[in-house]
């Protein structure tokens, strides 16, 4: 499945599993506590994607300042942003979704895959080689006319 279709899939889908959710937990807790559980999972996802975000941060700039190349903070740093997005996003699926990106095991785990499986099959790998530039040659030049 090509990246398109995922997320067009995401699209139709999500908010009819957001609905299904919202009425079965409604139903069993009542309108108002389901809300306020909303409500409190977007606050609680906004204080820890500050704490995370902040951690990671601090461990890129060590990793920089060690000369290292921080690719696992680099590839945390979009996650944890589509956390944000998808806690702020009300819904217990995306919540759900949410915090799981917010967890550092499971985001590593994310990212370990994208390093892994993504880059290193399209040829990006940390561990490769750069190509070499071809030789370039300089000068000057006039133009005339």
Do not use: H, W
């Not at 550092?104 to 994310?110: D, G, H, L, V």
């Amino acid at each position: 499945m090509n990246p398109i279709q995922f997320i067009f899939l995401a699209f139709v889908s999500i908010p009819f599993i957001e609905i299904y959710l919202l009425l079965q937990i409604g139903g069993m807790v009542g309108v108002l506590p389901a809300i306020l559980l909303v409500v409190t999972t977007a606050v609680i996802g906004a204080g820890l994607l500050r704490q995370q975000g902040l951690a990671t941060l601090r461990r890129f700039q060590e990793g920089l300042a060690r000369g290292e190349v921080p690719a696992y903070e680099m590839i945390e740093g979009p996650i944890l942003l589509v956390g944000g997005a998808l806690l702020l996003t009300p819904g217990f699926f995306t919540d759900v979704m949410g915090f799981a990106c917010l967890i550092p095991q499971a985001r590593r785990k994310i990212a370990q895959y994208i390093i892994e499986k993504r880059l290193v099959q399209s040829g990006m790998s940390a561990q490769q080689p750069p190509k070499e530039q071809p030789d370039v040659i300089e000068g000057e030049f006039n133009r005339e006319d």
